[in-house]
């Protein structure tokens, strides 16, 4: 079942997170602990959704989220998003679902554009995102400096809606939680 997490999520979206420190999927250096992870829950919820898929042995298969794209008035129609998969579950339609979920309740909150970045290379993740709909946009060359070199980051883009005119302001998640729990359940 994908369901809208909790702070008490925490330790297992850490055990999920932990091992792409250590790839080019993360650009922070050391893992979070469990109590900085429960933070980003909090405040990520404060707006947005975080979503967890709960698992066949009462763990979790995965985490997605979005948080703001950049702080201006003209960009709060626009999220970044996020998925990770745990180990065991990869390849067993864990990212796709909870992406499909997620955008379901970013569209429900009126939110219009997607974005996520991706660091090179990586074919597997440029290949998921563009079979999600999500169509290239640019590429920040040499962004980032991690493990011993500068790296690339490609930055897509997945239009949820096409309002017509002035869109009315976003549903922030407190104001539509039920609404997005009974969607995202269903997927």
Do not use: C
């Not at 405040?43 to 898929?53: F, K, Q």
């Not at 042995?57 to 997605?64: F, Q, S, T, V």
């Not at 909870?98 to 996520?116: D, R, T």
């Amino acid at each position: 079942m994908i369901r809208i997490a909790t702070a008490d999520d925490a330790p297992a979206v850490r055990a999920i997170y932990a091992p792409h420190i250590a790839t080019l999927t993360s650009f922070e250096q050391e893992v979070p602990p469990v109590e900085e992870i429960a933070r980003r829950i909090t405040t990520t919820l404060e707006r947005y959704p975080w979503l967890v898929l709960e698992g066949d042995h009462d763990d979790l298969a995965g985490y997605a989220y979005a948080g703001a794209h950049r702080a201006r008035h003209a960009y709060q129609w626009s999220v970044e998003a996020s998925v990770y998969v745990a180990d065991a579950y990869h390849r067993r339609g864990v990212a796709r679902r909870l992406y499909s979920a997620l955008f379901a309740a970013l569209e429900l909150q009126g939110l219009v554009n997607v974005y996520a970045g991706i660091t090179l290379p990586n074919d597997k993740s440029v290949a998921f995102h563009r079979a999600m709909g999500f169509a290239p946009i640019g590429v920040y060359e040499g962004i980032g400096f991690k493990h011993g070199a500068w790296r690339d980051v490609e930055w897509s883009a997945k239009r949820l809606t096409t309002p017509d005119g002035e869109p009315a302001p976003p549903r922030w998640l407190p104001t539509v939680r039920d609404e997005v729990a009974a969607r995202v359940a269903k997927f």
